[in-house]
């Protein structure tokens, strides 16, 4: 026998009754022309491409309002000063029913109608190294979890797809099918690598507590579909015991693990759980060199032409679990960023030795940006801003098709 309702539940299924019928109502309402909705990483708050998108649209379309979609569960995380509304909130259902413009890295929450006249640009969060969109069919583990229809259905609202390199754009014309405008300009987010002073590094590194002369390695791996909670594949504190009290460790966890990686601060203060600090640029900016296996975040951090370290014990499972478009592992120039290695001892090796930094990685690692980096040059945001929101074109370079 079925289980009556409770009242709470009861509560919230007329509450989404009534969002929703205001919802259709709004929708009869003219669209504001000067309305920007944003949201990243399903809403947890500034972040990512359209933060950079944002914030440039701040200074060159000062008209344009921008207002933030976040989760009330990270709703304290919202920087001040920032105008936001909390997802399924009845000012989230007025926004998305009015609003022009519509910027995200991922998807708004609870589905909405794309109205004729509202434009939106889907900026994505990354480079494809694994499977994505329609090529997860192909694995079964990723397909039971994927709803193909809701895909297609979320990629006929995009007017827009950004991208980063020409291997991007053309995963994406594949994997996501529709008829929106590819736009080869390259990833905002990115902007920073190349505006950053030194004085802004020399006080993003301080803040963080690494010494004047310590050499910070940012230790970052993706997500495993396969795995459990955050199960890193070294001991962030044996490899800063074996490289020695020159070195710093920033351990930063997967989003989807929490804001925070089980770090324990010892090691007299060299190993340092960096989850739940905001901006991973700035880590990035902060960092000598980065160790990482299969995360998007190497494709960005090889912007900023420093030593790049993968490590990846476990590649085989994780090409047979999730798929990927090349071999990261193959050492050859374009594919791998620097040296690999596949256990602890190899890794600290690569340091020691001084394999990490030598003229092998740095050729490997100039082959890598010149693959994954051609579009990014500082200048994204404002080639993003001039194009979505209709502003004059600044002489700025363009990539791919011209506008």
């Not at 972040?47 to 008209?63: F, R």
């Amino acid at each position: 026998m079925p289980s009556r309702p409770t009242r709470a539940s009861v509560k919230r299924f007329v509450r989404r009754q009534a969002m929703r019928a205001a919802y259709r109502t709004d929708l009869y309402r003219p669209l504001d022309p000067n309305l920007a909705v944003y949201g990243a990483y399903w809403n947890r708050g500034v972040a990512c491409n359209p933060a950079a998108i944002h914030a440039k649209a701040l200074e060159l379309a000062p008209d344009i309002r921008g207002l933030w979609v976040v989760s009330s569960r990270y709703r304290d995380g919202m920087p001040d000063g920032v105008p936001y509304v909390i997802e399924g909130s009845r000012p989230y259902w007025r926004a998305m029913a009015t609003a022009t413009y519509l910027v995200n890295n991922s998807s708004f929450p609870g589905g909405f109608t794309k109205r004729p006249g509202q434009r939106y640009l889907q900026t994505h969060h990354g480079t494809p190294l694994k499977t994505m969109g329609l090529d997860q069919r192909a694995y079964p583990a990723l397909a039971r979890k994927a709803d193909f229809a809701k895909i297609h259905a979320h990629v006929g609202q995009w007017d827009f797809s950004l991208s980063a390199n020409p291997h991007t754009t053309e995963v994406w014309d594949r994997v996501y099918p529709g008829p929106y405008e590819r736009l080869d300009l390259g990833y905002p987010r990115n902007d920073v690598y190349f505006t950053a002073t030194a004085e802004d590094i020399a006080k993003i590194r301080a803040g963080l507590g690494i010494a004047e002369g310590q050499t910070a390695l940012l230790y970052a791996p993706t997500h495993r579909d396969y795995r459990e909670g955050f199960l890193p594949d070294l001991d962030p504190e044996r490899l800063a015991r074996e490289l020695g009290p020159e070195y710093v460790l920033l351990v930063r966890a997967h989003y989807f693990y929490g804001r925070s990686a089980g770090a324990a601060g010892t090691v007299d203060g060299r190993v340092l759980d960096v989850t739940a600090h905001p901006r991973v640029e700035e880590l990035c900016l902060a960092a000598d060199a980065l160790i990482t296996d299969y995360s998007s975040l190497t494709f960005d951090y090889a912007c900023l032409d420093r030593p790049v370290v993968v490590h990846a014990p476990d590649w085989a499972a994780y090409r047979g679990a999730r798929g990927t478009y090349f071999d990261l592992l193959s050492g050859r120039p374009g594919d791998t960023p620097g040296p690999v290695t596949t256990t602890s001892d190899e890794l600290v090796e690569a340091f020691r030795t001084g394999e990490w930094r030598s003229p092998a990685s740095a050729a490997l690692r100039t082959a890598f940006r010149e693959r994954f980096c051609p579009y990014d040059d500082g200048h994204a945001a404002e080639r993003v801003v001039r194009r979505f929101f209709g502003l004059p074109h600044s002489g700025l370079p363009y990539f791919g098709t011209p506008h």
